[in-house]
Nanobody, 119 residues
């Protein structure tokens, strides 16, 4: 079993920045990939960004490309999401997730972090 604990959510002004963090806890698990997703009220959960653990390759949704940066610390089993130039459209609950095997599916999820961008 793997537990993901998130931190860093909050309220920011449009154009501002916020940094989310997520730590993975457990025993006998391997991280292949970690990602960030978000869900706005009344909408489906959508992909935001991901990072492969060994090589560090990243992939972003077009809506956040150039504004958000995902990074990881392999030794600490943590992943961060640096969010810059925030827009009101970024308001959502953000979830981190981890892929722990070779099936290309995310297996565990964090508790969610509220990010609210005011105008």
């Amino acid at each position: 079993q793997v537990q993901l604990v998130e931190s860093g959510g909050g309220l920011v002004q449009a154009g501002g920045s916020l940094r989310l963090s997520c730590a993975a806890f457990g025993r006998s698990f391997t991280i292949y990939r970690m990602g960030w997703f978000r869900q706005a009220p009344g909408k489906d959960r959508e992909f935001v960004a991901q990072i492969w653990w060994n090589g560090g390759n990243t992939y972003y949704a077009d809506s956040v490309k150039g504004r958000f940066t995902i990074s990881r610390d392999n030794a600490k089993n943590t992943v961060d999401l640096q969010m810059n130039s925030l827009k009101r459209e970024d308001t959502a609950v953000y979830y981190c997730s981890v892929d722990t095997n070779t099936d290309s599916r995310y297996d565990y999820w964090g508790q969610g972090s509220q990010v609210t961008v005011s105008s």
